[in-house]
């Protein structure tokens, strides 16, 4: 029989088969892999096993069924190759994609990449993508971002773009972020605004791909009566995907992704893809949203860690105070009645000595010390007065021009001028009125008493952010921020600044009811002592002055 | 001319007393404690009372309720360290309230000030 093929040659020489190409030169040799790959295919190869048939030639009848099956195995095989390497492709995008979301923890860094992914030729190859977040607090589901051209001119702009520069995809998710990320925000900020879906419409169907948890491709939208219209007229699409973000059961939000452009079908292995890619989505939006949390409650601690620690100066420092105060106040007490009768007798003795007698001189330096150091006590003794306030409802002008007109001879006589200029329509104070005028009128003592050549004292009062504010300014060289911390604190005076203890008991009683004391220098000269009471509201609204 | 009673427990300050106001012209006693005080009341005729608040172990506070509620005729000038018992009730049933001093230029005019009133 003339066979034409070279299927029953062991070996064929050199341009014995038509179908072996350069490169393919073992087929020669190689009997099995050149009927399994070249023959079986062959022309002359049917021809042969026709003739073989016409002939009766028993293998004519056996070897078409087996060419078939091998076909139809190679076929499936190939097929199966195929679909093997598009998984193999999909899972390296999505490890890769994984990879980059595993280490991002900022919520734009992630949207970013998930956006670029779902939308770049490299990932997804949609044409467009809306994310929407569930708000739990409000129970919404709202649009956050869409990513994607707007119309076909735009998307042939961005084609263009990608083709000219060959991007990764970490590359385009980078860029995006970088130099897109706002003004893609803004560009579908009209369509996002129309994304706001209550969390409880159980019908609507991006809520019901949530309460399901799976995928839900809408097709003839338009004409779907189970479709939210609004949604639909402002996407523009008649075709498109929702693809839930599920993360551990929570309700993180869901994408919607479209092929507004090229109209390509959407395939349910884009279907299944997306949703694979969904949950890692999830996953990395929730840990980039509690990341975000995390800090700003790490933020709130910090600042708590700091203003603790300050509560807890402010706390030691109150309790070595108080203790001083205690300490203070007993002394006082037990010396305040030997000291008054020394002083007392003095004065008795003084009384009854003759002008001329020598002994005089001696009694009025006992009287006078023991009078001054009545004076210490009694600022002492206030310190203690302190802990017990009489709160009511008083006019702050009127306290500081009546404690002014009490002081009036001492001024004169030490040549002060004092000014007031006091607000007309003043709030009333809710302050304990024997305290701050104490402290008014020992903030114009110690002042008079660093002006042996006279000066100016000017006497303020306005009202600023809720607070009724005293200003005391005096003239002179102002005090160096020692002399005002020395001051300001009990038994920490200088000794040109006598006792000093007035000021530091001044600054604690307004402190500890809540008032604010302040001695500051400003920059045109001069020291200025602020107390700042709190305006009584209640009385501002309803109520009389005590006393006004 | 007044009779007075200085209820102290300070002998030096019932001293010091006695003395300024014996000088003043009046005629002084003295008690150191409240129940010396009452003693006192009840044996004779004052026509003020100058009461230190603060007597070891008691009050004068309760001897001025005590004086208040029996003696209401008889006037009081309370004495003392602690300027804060100006804000205590109790205080405000006394005619008069000076802090102690060294200097008792207070004391003096405040217990003219109340004898006067009484029309003494």
Known sequence: MDLVCCWHKEVVEPGGCPNIGEGEEVLYTSYQRRVLEKCIDCPNFRNDILKLQETGHPLGAVVPFLVGEVQEQRGRLQSMGSFLDSRDREIKFLHEISLVLQTSVDLDEVLSVVMTAITAGKGFGMNRAFLLLADKERKLLRGYLGVGPRDYGEAWGIWQEIQQGDFTLKEMAKDFYQTKLTSEKQKFHDILERMTIPLADQNHVLVRSLREKRPILVENAFHNPDCDHSLVQALGVDTFLITPLISRNRRIGVIISDNCITHKQITPQDVQSLETFAFSVAFAIERASLYERLQEELLKVTAANVKLKEQQELIVKMERMALVGKITSSIAHSIRNPLMIIGGFARTLLRGAAQDDPKREYLESIGQEARQLEEVLEDILNYSDSLYPTLDTWDVNQLVSSVCRELNGRLQERRVACRLRLEASLPPARIDYKQVAYCVRTIVNTAMERMPEGGEIRAETLRENGWIVVEVWVSGVPLSPESIEAMTTPFGSTEELGSGLGVAICKTIMEKHGNIFEVSTPAGGGTRYIIKLPVNREETQHGTIAGG | ?120
């Open chain 2, 1 to 120: 001319m007044a009779r007075l009673l200085v209820v102290d427990d300070e002998s030096g300050i019932r001293l010091l007393y006695s003395q300024e106001l014996a000088d003043e012209g009046h005629e002084v006693a003295t008690a150191a404690t409240a129940a010396e005080a009452v003693e006192r009341i009840k044996e004779s005729e004052f026509d003020l009372i100058v009461l230190d608040i603060k007597l070891k172990n008691e009050s004068g506070l309760d001897l001025l309720q005590k004086i208040v509620k029996e003696r209401h005729n008889l006037p009081v000038i309370l004495c003392t360290a602690f300027s804060c018992f100006k804000d205590d009730f109790s205080a405000w049933l006394a005619d008069g309230y000076v802090v102690k001093s060294s200097d008792l230029t207070e004391l003096k005019e405040e217990v003219k000030r109340v004898l006067a009133k009484k029309g003494k």
